[in-house]
């Protein structure tokens, strides 16, 4: 398995992460002009602040994504930003049910998360087996 890590100044880093929010009282709201605004604003600020999407899919009652966030930033920092920023485009958008929507808010609150990565025991025993790997390497290197 091959693994693509990304270099920060002082860190190197794979933080990928499987996330799913809904918008208030699960209404099917995100489809047609309100869908294409949502994934828009989601990929510019994705893209403005240097998270990955690896696989995204907007469904007319939830979002689900799959990205990759810097570790200068909590989970928490980038799904409030990107929930943040789509709302506040979808509610200028106007139509008839974002006002319906009590307090402008057109997310409800939390999200699902869990982190993608590598396998934990294979972690587990990377861990378990890592000075027997440097004594080798050490060896090999004379």
């Not at 929010?21 to 995100?30: A, D, F, S, T, V």
């Amino acid at each position: 398995m091959k693994q693509d890590f990304h270099r920060l100044s002082h860190s190197v880093w794979d933080c990928k992460y499987h996330i799913v929010w809904i918008p208030k009282y699960r209404r099917k709201e995100l489809y047609g002009a309100k869908r294409t605004i949502v994934v828009a604003t989601i990929k510019q600020w994705a893209r403005i602040k240097g998270i990955g999407i690896i696989e995204g899919h907007a469904m007319p009652d939830h979002i689900h994504l799959c990205l990759s966030i810097p570790p200068k930033y909590s989970v928490a920092h980038a799904i409030g930003l990107l929930k943040g920023k789509s709302a506040s485009e979808v509610m200028s958008f106007r139509t008839k049910s974002s006002r319906m929507v009590r307090g402008r808010t057109f997310w409800a609150r939390g999200y699902c998360v869990s982190t993608v990565g590598l396998d934990e025991e294979t972690v587990r025993e990377y861990i378990r087996n890592q000075e027997q790997t440097d004594k080798l390497d050490d060896e090999t290197e004379l």
